[in-house]
């Protein structure tokens, strides 16, 4: 197949690209000097990933003009483009909640941009090997853990996105729902994990932009074929 992914040299991005070499992928990413405000589709394109986002929820407090127009703008160009082409589109759990933040309104607007045959994957919290530094599974490893929240996270493997991916891959986008929660199920409480890991830090109040659970049901991703995960936190 000929695989279009986008954000193909970020974290989840580097997963799924490494994954699929037995096809031919093209690549769009800023790092390679190939970025989606200018993307363009070949004629003979099977499948497109489209993983390029901002994804940084305090950050889009900061900056919700940089991710309306990463999210919105340049992914309602793309859907355009590919409006014949079966895709994925990577959404978020904080849609559920998404007049929290810019973040989640962003991608609740995505959403409601894709066309038929563009399924969007609502993840909960990534993590594995090259997760951002602002993630709290990177900051347990590297150090910088200064507070313990009351939060409660569904922590989903980069591999089990993965085999989401290539399930999807296999089965195709056009007779399927518009959006997919994507995760573990499990739910694991912040301050019992920052704890587990020998961090003895304060208690913060919960920021107003961040949901209090996103504890996702991957029922209906259960129902359509999908085996479920493989790895648990």
């Not at 940089?66 to 919105?72: A, D, G, I, M, S």
């Not at 591999?159 to 729902?177: N, S």
Request: proline share 2%; glycine share 6%; aromatic share 10%.
């Amino acid at each position: 197949m000929k695989i279009v992914i986008t954000g193909s040299r970020g974290f989840i991005g580097t997963h799924v690209r490494n994954s699929l070499q037995e096809h031919n992928i093209v690549e769009w990413d800023i790092k390679i000097n190939k970025d989606i405000k200018n993307f363009n589709l070949d004629s003979d394109t099977n499948f497109v990933i489209h993983l390029s986002a901002l994804t940084n929820v305090r950050e889009s407090m900061k900056i919700p003009d940089e991710y309306w127009k990463q999210n919105v703008e340049y992914s309602k160009r793309i859907f355009d483009i590919c409006k014949d082409v079966s895709m994925l589109y990577a959404s978020t759990s904080c849609v559920n909640e998404w007049w929290r933040s810019p973040y989640g309104t962003t991608k609740k607007v995505m959403e409601e941009l894709a066309h038929n045959g563009h399924v969007g994957l609502r993840f909960t919290n990534v993590y594995g090997d090259g997760a951002p530094d602002f993630m709290l599974t990177s900051r347990l490893n590297n150090g910088n853990v200064k507070y313990k929240t009351n939060h409660i996270r569904d922590f989903v493997h980069v591999d089990d996105v993965v085999d989401v991916i290539k399930f999807f891959l296999k089965r195709g986008t056009f007779k399927c729902d518009k959006v997919y929660e994507v995760g573990s199920g499990v739910g694991t409480k912040v301050s019992d994990l920052i704890e587990k890991h020998g961090y003895d830090v304060p208690f913060k109040e919960s920021d107003k932009c961040e949901m209090m659970d996103n504890t996702t049901d991957i029922s209906k991703l259960l129902s359509l074929g999908w085996t479920g995960p493989k790895v648990f936190m």
